[in-house]
């Protein structure tokens, strides 16, 4: 049976007992978060913007290839999650993905999402007037290796309608246990 909730209108007028029910009731209700991920991967199929695929096909493409290539299950989560940002905004949609994982997988994994398009626009960037080569200034970092081979291998290929990937099921599993506990706030 569940607590009754919290009484104060005011934090200021918390109580220590209070503010463990608050605690217990959000670890509890923690895997709302990857439901929530899931629901917004899902919320990808109605953005195409004049690409061959949807975003969730493209997601799901990327994700597949990352799993065939042996990436383990932090950077397989990621790779699915890439361009969740784009549900919210196309421009910043990096940096919106990359915070939505920070908390639960580790560094490296957040920082290949928040700086994939400096990496992606050496297949692109040149037909929007745009520097493609905004990668090298991430050149000697811990992640490089990672976000190219994310760019290079599983993202800016993944836009093929004959491609066979993986449906969102065979994921959701991995969603689940990514997303099942923060390891910092
Ligand atoms: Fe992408």
Redesign the pocket.
Known sequence: MTAANATFTAMDHSTQEEWSLIATETVANQPRVAETVLNMLRGLETITDGFAVDQLI??LQ?ATRAEAAGADEEVIVASLC??LGKAVSVANHPKIAAEILRPYVRPEVATMIAV?QDF?GKHYYAFLGMDPTLRTKHEGSEYYDLAKQFADEW?QN?FDPNFVNQPLEHFEPMVRRVFAQPRSM
Request: charge should be negative.
């Open positions: 493209h997601s990327t890439h361009d994939h992606q993202d993944s």
